[in-house]
């Protein structure tokens, strides 16, 4: 399973580029899943609702299933945050995992990199990791030290959606 994060800075458009690029790459045969970090206090579940009640009466697991989906709801009760690593071996196998947040662990990234939308610096001249780009600035990426970085518009979605079949490895590139 080949594994591309989706990098970037808050409100640059990571979660709207990974929604216009499943059903793109799954057109062209990849299954693809996806594995999102969320760094706010979110909770799955919603109080009174019987998952809640068993998770607040002490469950350690707590499995919602439906004829559409399930969901596997696991207290941590003070043990660690489960890692990026460990999150994907639940997984099942498929062609490609996308991967929204844990950006300083080292894996496959594109980043979004949108000054537009956010005065923070680009992480690509740091980050080895990052193997493309999307941004909406003009750059020679050679000016950060990276001359062969591939970059594209964010509104690219043919491009970038050509790169990660290659990046996969699975399908032939988009002509």
């Not at 216009?20 to 799954?26: D, G």
């Not at 999307?134 to 990276?146: E, H, T």
Request: net charge negative; hydrophobic share 40%; with cysteine.
């Amino acid at each position: 399973m080949k594994i591309l994060g989706i990098s970037g800075w808050s409100g640059c458009g990571k979660t709207t580029l990974i929604v216009a690029l499943i059903p793109r790459l799954q057109a062209r045969g990849l299954t693809v899943s996806a594995l999102k970090h969320a760094h706010h206090e979110i909770d799955l579940d919603t109080p009174s609702k019987d998952t809640w009640r068993y998770r607040e009466a002490g469950a350690q697991e707590v499995i919602l299933a439906t004829g559409q989906r399930w969901a596997l709801l696991r207290e941590l009760h003070g043990d660690p945050e489960p890692t990026l690593a460990e999150l994907l071996t639940r997984l099942q196998p498929v062609d490609l995992t996308l991967v929204e947040g844990w950006k300083t662990d080292t894996y496959p990234k594109l980043e979004i990199w949108r000054p537009s939308a956010s005065d923070q610096p680009p992480r690509f001249p740091e980050d080895p990791a990052i193997i493309a780009v999307a941004s909406d600035a003009r750059f020679d990426p050679a000016q950060y030290g990276r001359p062969n970085l591939p970059v594209f518009l964010p509104t690219d979605l043919e491009g970038i959606a050509a790169f990660i079949l290659q990046f996969a490895g699975v399908a032939e590139p988009i002509a």
